[in-house]
């Protein structure tokens, strides 16, 4: 049995027992999670929302938050010594799907 979720204008596809990386929600360790934007559902036949579908839950437990590795970004052109060099992290909240009610 799997879901698609959205969380923070993404997909996800998602089963039980999977660990995701989601944008930051500024959760505690252990909190429950409920994700009710549920596109669709498969348990055997697929089940589409038209964009949810109602009453389809996803619950999740927030395994911990933190922040990912560093990405550099560099940009060199040509003439005049011009060059850019930046670095991001992105902030994450790791979750654990625990069950899918459809």
Known sequence: MYAIIKNGGKQYKVQEGDVLELDKMSLEPAQTVEF???????????????????????????????????????KKRRRKDSKVKRGFRRDYTRVRITKIAA
Do not use: C, Y
């Open 36 to 74: 009710k934007e549920v596109l669709a559902v498969n348990s055997g036949e697929l089940r589409v929302g038209t964009p949810f579908i109602d009453g389809a839950v996803v619950t999740a437990e927030v395994v911990n938050e933190g922040r990912a590795k560093k990405v550099i970004t560099f």
